[in-house]
């Protein structure tokens, strides 16, 4: 049995969310290796980190098992899943292994993008178990959820990944995964209290009743999605640029030529902000008033603290 944390993490934010439940889950798998070495047997329980930011991996090599576990961490672009992770998540074989997603958002709110991945996911094979919604600093308005995940989302987040834990020790038996023996009966990982942030104890995210039972899960948003034909603004390129091609390595949909990486191609970026985060020079931007416009005009969507979520 093994875990993978799969994400799509173009300027960090959602990356950032999933090593927090990455460092619950190890913990899991440290105690039940111990477990496994006491009794002499090796069950090869270990985390694997898979990024769906790089173009060339071949992502049809990825085959899971019904005893692996999953966490899937995507952003929430214009409240949808970005179409570049729906195909290369497609290419892997679930072959019924648990999943858990994760959504990632600036603190306007994810519209259909849970429900958009629950589907997909169960589309390819997998199992959700749970859902979780996160948030992190927006990477186009980034005046909002500039400190996200804080201290506070980070402690919630522990919770989440125990509660979840808990779930796969009640499914253990029939799913065959060992790490969750680790999780003790208070749905923690490491024997600490089962006490959200907010101090509830046994209440999920949503007001429903956390039983630890039962793998299929219920998520919020609309089928059709709503409609997302992409971000309007693209980057341009400043004087700045010394045609160094940092951004062309990082770019995940390969929409900088190597030729000429002071340009960009239209039809193939999402504007995820990954050049601009990379590019060492300060080269690349979106137009500056434009954003500042938008912005003005979508403050009221971004007011306030939003909340972390879990469904299980």
């Not at 090593?19 to 496994?36: I, V």
């Not at 208070?186 to 024997?191: E, I, K, L, P, Y």
Request: aromatic share 6%; glycine share 6%.
């Amino acid at each position: 049995m093994s875990i993978f944390s799969i994400y799509f993490s173009p300027t960090g934010g959602v990356k950032k969310v999933m090593t927090t439940l990455e460092e619950e889950f190890k913990a899991a798998l440290t105690q039940d290796s111990s477990k496994d070495t006491a009794q002499k047997e090796d069950t090869g329980s270990k985390l694997i980190t898979i990024d769906l930011l790089k173009p060339d991996t071949d992502y049809a090599s990825y085959h899971f098992t019904a005893k692996d576990v999953c966490l899937v961490g995507v952003p929430s672009f214009g409240g949808r899943v970005p179409d570049v992770v729906i195909e290369r998540l497609k290419k892997m074989s679930a072959n019924k292994a648990k999943a858990v997603a994760v959504v990632v958002y600036g603190n306007r709110h994810y519209d259909d993008t849970l429900l958009e991945l629950k589907d997909v996911l169960e589309g390819i094979g997998f199992t959700v178990i749970a859902g979780i919604t996160a948030n992190a600093k927006h990477s186009i308005f980034k005046q909002y959820a500039t400190l996200r995940p804080d201290a506070e989302d980070k402690t919630e987040l522990k919770t989440f990944a125990g509660e979840i834990l808990c779930k796969l020790y009640s499914l253990r038996n029939a799913a065959g995964i060992g790490v969750a023996d680790s999780a003790n009966a208070d749905g923690s990982a490491d024997g600490s209290a089962d006490d959200s942030a907010d101090g509830s104890a046994d209440d999920s995210a949503d007001g429903s009743s956390n039983t630890c039972a039962g793998d299929s899960i219920t998520v919020p948003g609309n089928r059709p999605y709503r409609e997302y034909p992409g971000h309007p603004l693209k980057p341009i390129t400043n004087d700045y640029c010394v045609l160094c091609r940092a951004c062309v390595k990082k770019c995940p949909t390969e929409a900088i030529p190597q030729d000429a990486p002071d340009t960009t191609i239209a039809e193939k970026c999402i504007t995820c902000m990954r050049c601009i985060a990379a590019c060492p020079f300060d080269a690349r931007s979106l137009d500056k008033a434009a954003v500042a416009a938008a912005a003005e005009k979508m403050a009221p969507a971004f007011e306030g603290r939003k909340p972390n979520e879990l469904f299980i």
